[in-house]
């Protein structure tokens, strides 16, 4: 996906203790990691990613504070690790064998004077040498008394905790959705994203069908020139979300929508500011184009102020209220206020229309009047496309993760979407959902029919209260959830970890939109009878 590591971007650094850092490579800057050191950016801007950098303690006569480890390094220590005490038969490389350890620990006695290095030799070592780090963690084994009575697993977390400790390396990753998720969640305020992890992310997104849609074909006449551009019918998906955007970001990840050209492919950079190129715009383009939003895969999304909280698509180049021209996200999402899908009419920016104006009055205004006056009329044709569009319908899938009642935001949502659609509802618990199955349950459909057939007849009052919802535009309700939990699985062992955190479960409500037939529906043909007579002639024959 990504070449390289680009400037003004977010990106992740792998730490030996398996945590995670993101951090932005802003260019003449100077990164610190804490007790592993600091290091400037623009050392790490234009390498490659999933490269794996040393800080050393000592700079080199060029100034430069990181490394790149080499994969044969990287690949004979593992290998070292691994193959230390295996105890395979000589001549036997085909078949695998289970090493059995025939040490153990009973006979160890926990001590400090079991390692014979101390801790002024150690900062000794720090000062000698630009790469101590190895050299330490080689003579701490040197100078371990018992080591030789270690087990194989024991031996092998004594050195894994000295190389998270001495080993000053980390990784750089690209960012993704799945690294933004476990940092926050681990690192930061899960109840920022509604404790919402990977796994549920998935399966959000697997229930409600967010997929990608392709590439647009260019169809050419006979002579080799473009005559049109096809687009293919793609997903519209309606999105409440009250995660900060995270959310929006795994469903336009699944869409394809999600990260810029420029980060994909590492070009479109100038070569002197190393930032994206911008199009240079003339006096004739000026005048804003009316059509500045997609109609094919499309997220529009629904908030109940008078901004949408997206600050998580910071960390994949998108700011919703400076988006750049060339971010997919530009075109490809969308959003709207609650005012304004349920009484537009009240809302002051949809309402508002802006004044014509005259070829001479506009020539004679100066550019920066010129300029607002553009602005707001492209505002405004914007706002105006994107909720007639939304009150319109035709979705193809409902996405809520909300702390607000589900109730209330899928009876005006569920009418938009057209015939099955999916919708799918998170909660990190698991009681609001319950009641949102019970309220379209087939009881309460069938209870619902009766109702509407009594009040039509004139025999039962017409109460909204008893049905917050239409329960016969969705079907088949059901509750799902999902948790992966890491395990050990070692030679002769497997069992789990016990230092997992806790935190709400997490559960997803998944149903599908259907369309109720209008009218009465009456069963036709007798096939049970007549299967039933054919048997009794059949007896008497």
Partial sequence: MHSSIPPNAYVALKLPSDSTKILQTTPHSNISLGKYGSFPCN?????????????????DADGHVLRIVPATELHTEALLADGEGDGEAEGDTNTPSIPVPQEDN?????????????????????QSSTHAGREIIARLLESHSALDQKTQFSRAKYMLRKRKKYMHRFTVVPMDVG?????????KVPGRIMELRDEVLGLVGAWAN??????????????????EVVKRARGRWLVVDDTGGLVVAAMAERAGILYPPEVLSGEGFDSSTRQPAKPTLSMEDETPAEGVSASHTTLTVIHPNLQPNLSMLK?????????????????HLKTLSWLQLLHPSEDAIYDMVPPEVTEEELASWKPSKRGMHFKKK????????????????????????????????????????????QVVVYSPYVEPLVQLADLYSTARRTAY???????AEGAAEDKEEDFPVDPTLLLAPTLHTSRVRAWQVLPGRTHPLMTGRGGAEGYVF????????????????????????????????
């Fill in 106 to 126: 009973r006979n160890i006695i926990d001590q400090g004077s079991t390692q014979q290095l101390t801790m002024a030799q150690i900062e000794e070592l720090k």
């Fill in 210 to 227: 967010v997929h990608y849609g392709g590439e647009s074909e260019v169809a050419t006449d006979n002579a080799g020139k473009v005559d």
């Fill in 449 to 455: 029919i009766t109702y509407k057939r009594e009040v």
């Fill in 179 to 187: 690294l933004l998720t476990e940092w926050v969640i681990e690192q």
């Fill in 315 to 331: 960390y994949f180049s998108h700011d919703v209220n400076e988006p750049s021209e060339t971010h997919p996200l530009s075109t």
């Fill in 43 to 59: 050392q790490i801007i234009g390498r490659p990613f999933y490269a794996t950098f040393e800080i050393a303690d000592h700079p």
């Fill in 510 to 541: 998944h149903a599908v939109r259907v369309l109720p037939a209008i009218g009465k529906v009456e069963a036709r043909g007798v096939q049970a009878k007549k299967r039933r007579k054919l048997a009794d002639e059949t007896e008497t024959s």
């Fill in 378 to 421: 492209r505002r405004w044709t914007r706002v105006r496309n994107v909720v007639d569009e939304t009150r319109a319908g035709g979705f193809d899938g409902l996405i809520v993760a909300t702390l607000m009642d589900p109730a209330s935001i899928l009876k005006h949502t569920v009418p938009l979407l057209a015939g099955s659609a």
